[in-house]
């Protein structure tokens, strides 16, 4: 990166840290300068991850948490009052593939909990505690191109999403004031150790070849993204939806 954004003294909340994209989201502002509080239910995954952090020199502690569950959300924020808070990414996030003709009521309301509901709560959270300090801040809602444009047997993240992404925008308008800004990153297909075996399979590389870039993105490729979003350089920008997705969205039909 030829660039450097600087986030020292900034303190970052990212939930779903435990692993897949929230798990770079906390190492890349943590190298960028920020402390991070990385959160999820998986808190062996989060001390190893908190670890790697400060062996690499930055500052990280892992904090249990359940987006899905309100005392978890209210007694997290009740331990990172105390140390404030400038950033939060909200990443948590899950999915069910699966034809709506066979979506179940459970899996409909887990994904819809956790992505929409979930997101909700916590930069509600997360909004409150920054008008309370009274020097403002940012919010990053991880949705998805799936939010702006569908496929096929994702009905319940695509409706998460599309969620998030409009959540987005009504908590930007109404927190401005308060110089809390809150946008959507929204990547396209990412490399992950989930999905790599899907996408070496002949269906995952017929789904590249429609990529314009004709590859799938690496988690590096969504960081200048982030950073604007959370620093100085990106002040500006509120109610934005950005989508990092290697052209994607503007493929055609």
Not at 79 to 89: F, N, W, Y
Request: net charge neutral.
């Amino acid at each position: 990166m030829a660039f450097r954004i600087a986030l020292d003294g900034h303190v970052a909340l990212v939930t779903g840290a435990s692993s897949g994209l929230g798990r770079h989201f906390a190492q890349v502002l943590a190298q960028a300068g920020a402390t991070v509080i990385v959160g999820a239910r998986r808190i062996n995954a989060l001390n190893d991850l908190c670890g790697k952090i400060v062996d690499g020199g930055g500052q990280a502690r892992a904090l249990p948490l359940d987006v899905t569950d309100r005392a978890s959300i209210e007694e997290a924020f009740s331990d990172i009052a105390a140390g404030g808070l400038d950033i939060l990414i909200n990443n948590a996030g899950v999915t069910a593939t699966k034809s709506v003709l066979d979506l179940s009521e459970s899996e409909w309301d887990h994904v819809i909990d956790t992505n929409l509901k979930g997101s909700f709560l916590v930069a509600q959270a997360a909004a409150r505690l920054m008008k309370t300090q009274g020097r403002g801040g940012a919010i990053v809602n991880i949705a998805s191109i799936l939010g702006l444009r569908v496929a096929g047997h994702v009905a319940a993240y695509s409706a998460s999403k599309a969620g998030v992404v409009q959540l987005t925008k009504s908590m930007a308008l109404e927190l401005a004031r308060y110089n809390i800004r809150v946008n959507a990153l929204c990547p396209g297909y990412i490399a992950t150790e989930l999905n790599q075996n899907f996408f070496q399979s002949e269906a995952g590389q017929a789904l590249v070849r429609r990529i314009p870039q004709r590859r799938l993105g690496q988690p590096a490729d969504l960081d200048g993204a982030l950073l604007l979003l959370c620093s100085k350089a990106g002040s500006y920008i509120t109610g934005a939806t950005l989508a990092v997705d290697g052209g994607h969205l503007v493929s055609s039909l």
